[in-house]
T-cell receptor
Framework: DTEVTQTPKHLVMGMTNKKSLKCEQHMGHRAMYWYKQKAKKPPELMFVYSYEKLSINESVPSRFSPECPNSSLLNLHLHALQPEDSALYLC???????????????FGQGTRLTVV | AQSVTQPDIHITVSEGASLELRCNYSYGATPYLFWYVQSPGQGLQLLLKYFSGDTLVQGIKGFEAEFKRSQSSFNLRKPSVHWSDAAEYFCASSGGSYIPTFGRGTSLIVHP
């Protein structure tokens, strides 16, 4: 099983709403990621969790709040978003290799977020 | 720091023709290299990966890629393109860490 499951697939929210995006994997991966992707652009890294701890925050505004409740789940809490935050949000996971190892990331299908 | 360059924004090919998508990387040591494909509104699917060893890598859907250290390249090839191959293709690298960094992508257009 190489599946990363994201819910919901589509989300429309107002600028005063609070919502959450969810991501789940059962591959035993200990690294999980959130990426943001605008149309016709590559994915941009937002956050990385390693062993359930936040290891990278790419200077993301605080209106995005990640959470990793356990090794299989990753959430992204959204509050007071702006219309420019509308994008495809992708979750990914991977193993954490040893010093000389490599590993591939597996991506979910994404959540299409529209902020109105 | 690592970086990945995809020089072509769009590539147009006829169905049945061969395909080569270019990717150049910048990293001092041997990088870990990947090609992903993305259909509109979908997530990214891994086509193939290179970590070490044989420089010609076979992937899914009939794709292959060749790692050339002397040219800092990892070009993606397919001998005969199908209309269903039309999509966005991303080259990625995780040299130095396990976190993939993406090139800007190449949009493949397939003409019947």
């Amino acid at each position: 099983d190489t599946e990363v499951t994201q819910t919901p697939k589509h989300l429309v929210m107002g600028m005063t709403n609070k919502k959450s995006l969810k991501c789940e994997q059962h591959m035993g991966h200990r690294a999980m990621y959130w990426y943001k992707q605008k149309a016709k652009k590559p994915p941009e890294l937002m956050f990385v969790y390693s062993y359930e701890k936040l290891s990278i925050n790419e200077s993301v505004p605080s209106r995005f709040s990640p959470e990793c409740p356990n090794s299989s789940l990753l959430n992204l809490h959204l509050h007071a978003l702006q219309p420019e935050d509308s994008a495809l949000y992708l979750c990914a996971s991977s193993q954490i290799p040893g010093r000389t190892g490599g590993t591939e990331a597996f991506f979910g299908q994404g959540t299409r977020l529209t902020v109105v | 720091a690592q970086s990945v360059t995809q020089p072509d924004i769009h590539i147009t090919v006829s169905e049945g023709a061969s395909l080569e998508l270019r990717c150049n990387y910048s990293y001092g040591a041997t990088p870990y290299l990947f090609w992903y494909v993305q259909s509109p509104g979908q997530g990214l699917q891994l086509l193939l990966k290179y970590f070490s060893g044989d420089t010609l890598v076979q992937g899914i859907k009939g794709f292959e890629a060749e790692f050339k250290r002397s040219q800092s390249s990892f070009n993606l090839r397919k001998p005969s393109v199908h209309w269903s191959d039309a999509a966005e293709y991303f080259c990625a690298s995780s040299g130095g860490s396990y976190i993939p960094t993406f090139g800007r992508g190449t949009s493949l257009i397939v003409h019947p």
